[in-house]
T-cell receptor
Framework: KQEVTQIPAALSVPEGENLVLNCSFTDSAIYNLQWFRQDHGKGLTSLLLIQSSQREQTSGRLNASLDKSSGRSTLYIAASQPGDSATYLCAGPGGTSYGKLTFGQGTILTVHP | DTEVTQTPKHLVMGMTNKKSLKCEQHMGHRAMYWYKQKAKKPPELMFVYSYEKLSINESVPSRFSPECPNSSLLNLHLHALQPEDSALYLC????????????FGPGTRLTVL
């Protein structure tokens, strides 16, 4: 059974800082990992999907990496802005159920001006 | 266009009511999903449809009845719900189940009185 853990649970940083969010998973047979953003009470916005054959994916100020051997993924946010404040979730395939995503508990990010 | 739409945005129903949630996507995706999200928790998978056929039911109570009338539309029929079923219900879609990026709708906020 896939278990996904995110550290830290909450993070507060001043505007302009670079920051790293961490995600770890127990099943190294993972074939992809997806990062999402969720604003309070809203749906999820897909940020990046990393396939198992990839090591990194970049989109604007976001960079996500995947290391299957260590069971870790990181989301790097450069030059953070107050608009980046949200909950960030990582999710990986949920074991034998093809199509199931298992989510971490999320990291609540606050970027203050 | 990577949009998944959901209606209604908010729904309040009594325990004896019958109501339906609707989800639509026009991205040509052949996999569609229902998730349930309680406050301060990550989403939990309920159902997966692949090519309009139910492929995963995560042991969801029968008071929730999914339906996929065509490849663009997904419904969730609700009957005799309990107050603990109050949650944000999220719909998602992907090109196929498993390997591909999932795109989420904005959700329906359900309150059961």
């Amino acid at each position: 059974k896939q278990e996904v853990t995110q550290i830290p649970a909450a993070l507060s940083v001043p505007e302009g800082e670079n920051l790293v969010l961490n995600c770890s998973f127990t099943d190294s047979a993972i074939y992809n990992l997806q990062w999402f953003r969720q604003d309070h009470g809203k749906g999820l916005t897909s940020l990046l999907l990393i396939q198992s054959s990839q090591r990194e994916q970049t989109s604007g100020r976001l960079n996500a990496s995947l290391d299957k051997s260590s069971g870790r993924s990181t989301l790097y946010i450069a030059a953070s802005q107050p608009g980046d404040s949200a909950t960030y979730l990582c999710a990986g395939p949920g074991g034998t159920s093809y199509g199931k995503l298992t989510f971490g508990q999320g990291t609540i990010l606050t970027v203050h001006p | 266009d990577t949009e998944v739409t959901q209606t209604p945005k908010h729904l309040v129903m009594g325990m004896t009511n019958k109501k339906s949630l609707k989800c639509e996507q026009h991205m040509g995706h052949r996999a569609m999903y229902w998730y349930k999200q309680k406050a301060k928790k990550p989403p939990e998978l309920m159902f997966v449809y692949s090519y309009e056929k139910l492929s995963i039911n995560e042991s969801v109570p029968s008071r929730f009845s999914p339906e996929c009338p065509n490849s663009s539309l997904l419904n969730l029929h609700l009957h005799a719900l309990q107050p603990e079923d109050s949650a944000l219900y999220l719909c998602a879609s992907s090109q196929w189940a498993g390997l591909h990026e999932q795109f989420f709708g904005p959700g329906t906020r359900l309150t059961v009185l």
